[in-house]
């Protein structure tokens, strides 16, 4: 560490690089010339981080977003400093370095953040609540998308040997295909059609649970319920996933942050349609996507939003229709942020304004 007479002298305009790995993070701090004044080890725990950074007066702290992000910014910003969490997006040049090392990347987060912040793209972290209970989302989801690649795999089996199991719906799967699944591989594919049933149970407890969160911590979200095709699913991670609904000035703003929006790669006079950023939560984006396949499928009831889609994908090719489906997607996630904002009666269709009467 340094020694006292170095900390004072340095205490003004202290910035910290730090390179987060899961046994050991590398620290770089910079003084307010940006001159290296110390480049040190230390392991990642709560205990050895607080006793480095305790010993440091307020200073600003860079860190790149990642799997120990979330605790750590907690625990620097409640020691006092100031907390940058990169992303990882805007720092690229550590990713693709031809000198990639933990020491350089942490000298590295330093400058970036002690020149300007704002090239970081600074990501703010959820609070501790928030992320338990996103958390609950992830956990659903993975269970989700694991039950699907099983029932995937079990209909491609049968198929490779001639056979076709009945059609059906994923949650109903393992009621109605175990007596068609062929003989020759009932040994192979029954006891996975007996852990799909175990996934479909566990799934619905998880669902169980979503439904008795909102109630009890987000009443807010029976606001965002109000437009068919969003339920309690799409309502929780749409209120974690933002977390602030203050974050925004307008709520347009919502579409670029979950990467509902086109990529720019503009050159001159050419400016080619390139597909979204996907930038933000993936699990909310795929959520809001799927609430626009119901809006726009046979089922989903009159609306504004619903006849702008169709307007939008017309009666063009494949790619157009799925233009329209994330386009309705953005403006739904645009019509949620302003129904928890303003605490409006969600309106399918506007009231039309009565023609002026003229004076005869």
């Given at each position: 560490?340094?020694n006292g007479s ?120 959820r609070g501790p ?185 017309g009666a063009g ?44």
């Open positions: 560490m340094t170095t900390k004072a002298r340095t205490a003004a305009g202290l910035t910290v690089g730090i390179d987060v790995s899961d046994i050991f993070s590398h620290l770089c701090i910079l003084d307010a010339e940006g001159n290296v004044i110390e480049e040190s080890r230390v392991r990642t725990t709560t205990t050895a981080l607080e006793r480095q950074f305790r010993t440091l007066p307020g200073c600003r702290t860079v860190l790149e977003v990642g799997t120990h992000s979330p605790w750590l910014s907690r625990l620097l910003a409640d020691l006092g400093h100031e907390v940058i969490v990169a992303n990882p997006r805007q720092v690229r040049l550590i990713a693709e370095s031809d000198r990639k090392r933990d020491r350089a990347d942490a000298e590295l987060l330093a400058r970036l953040g002690r020149l300007d912040p704002d090239l970081l793209r600074p990501i703010r972290h609540q928030a992320q338990q209970d996103l958390a609950l989302l992830r956990a659903r989801d993975t269970l989700v998308r694991t039950r699907t690649n099983l029932v995937n795999h079990v209909r491609g089996a049968v198929k490779a040997l001639g056979g076709r199991l009945p059609a059906c719906s994923t949650a109903s799967f393992h009621k109605k295909v175990a007596a068609h699944v062929p003989e020759a591989l009932r040994g192979a594919l029954l006891p996975l059609i007996t852990t799909v049933a175990d996934l479909a149970a566990r799934i619905q407890e998880y669902d169980r649970r979503v439904e008795q969160i909102t109630e009890e911590r987000y009443p807010e979200g029976r606001r965002l319920r109000q437009v068919p095709g969003v339920g309690p699913l799409t309502s929780l991670a749409f209120l974690l996933v933002i977390e602030d609904s203050t974050r925004f000035r307008k709520s347009r703003g919502v579409g670029p942050y979950l990467g509902l929006v086109p990529r720019q790669s503009q050159s001159g006079e050419r400016e080619p349609q390139l597909s979204i950023t996907k930038a933000g939560d993936p699990l909310l984006r795929r959520l809001l996507v799927q609430s626009a396949h119901y809006i726009l499928g046979p089922f989903g009831p009159d609306s504004e939003l619903r006849r702008w889609g169709l307007r939008l994908a090719s494949g790619r157009s229709k799925k233009r329209a489906v994330v386009a309705v997607a953005r403006k739904l996630a645009v019509l949620l942020h302003r129904l928890w904002v303003t605490g409006e009666v969600y309106q399918p269709i506007a009231a039309e304004q009565p023609a002026p009467v003229r004076a005869g």
